[in-house]
């Protein structure tokens, strides 16, 4: 498995390595829900907390290649994020995460044009395993990982603390490589339905 940043596109979306043309959209996407930071995301993307993750983490994430940042790009404007975590190459296994979405585009075509890119992506490249990991108090973000096809495998208790120093229990799903063909063929017919 060898994932690289590269630009990955459907009718619906176009994945683009995250760039400085895309911050300002960014912050302007992520300022439009304060509350799902406060209340859902394990780390803050609003105001200084933004600043911060822009300038600092996410280069170093992209020097040592723990996260590839992906700008979720609709109609020339960024209006949102999702990553590629953890790649481990050994095992074949990838997280996808670090989603988020303007409130405009949830519900629709857009989360399962994004991951569907990804998870192709991914398996495109030899992954055995893709991986996501959901606060357990998301049921939205539940439901659509479930409705996309994955299986969940279980809950770590008291995994991770949160920039508001609440701790997540952290529901754990995957698909496997054998599973892939169908979840994709059901992901195709569901984008499909899309106008």
């Known amino acids: 498995m060898k994932i690289v940043p590269k630009v990955l596109e ?3 979306v176009r994945l683009e390595p995250m760039a400085e043309v895309h911050k300002e959209d ?3 996407a992520c300022a439009a829900d304060p509350a799902l930071f406060h209340d859902l995301y394990p780390y803050s993307m609003l105001g200084e907390a933004f600043d911060a993750r822009w300038t600092n983490q996410m280069p170093r ?16 404007r960024c209006i949102g994020i999702t990553c590629f975590i953890g790649a481990d190459p050994v095992n074949a296994v990838v997280e ?27 398996f495109d490249t030899g992954a055995r395993r893709v991986v996501y990991r959901v606060d357990a108090i998301n049921a939205r973000s539940r439901a659509a ?51």
């Not at 303007?102 to 989360?111: Q, V």
């Not at 279980?154 to 529901?171: A, N, P």
């Open 145 to 195: 990982v479930l409705k996309m096809g994955a299986v969940q495998e279980g809950i770590f208790r008291r995994d991770r603390l949160t920039w508001t120093g609440r701790v997540r229990d952290t529901v754990v799903f995957s698909i496997l490589d054998d599973e892939w063909p169908a979840v994709r063929d059901r992901l195709d017919v569901r984008l499909a339905a899309f106008v």
């Open 61 to 76: 994430d992209r020097a040592t290649g723990a996260w590839m940042h992906y700008a979720v790009v609709v109609d020339g």
């Open 10 to 12: 459907n009718r619906f």
């Open 96 to 122: 996808v995460g670090g989603t988020y979405y303007h409130p405009d585009f949830r519900g629709g075509a857009t989360n399962p044009a994004a991951k569907r890119l990804m998870m192709g992506e991914a």
């Open 26 to 28: 960014l912050r302007a």
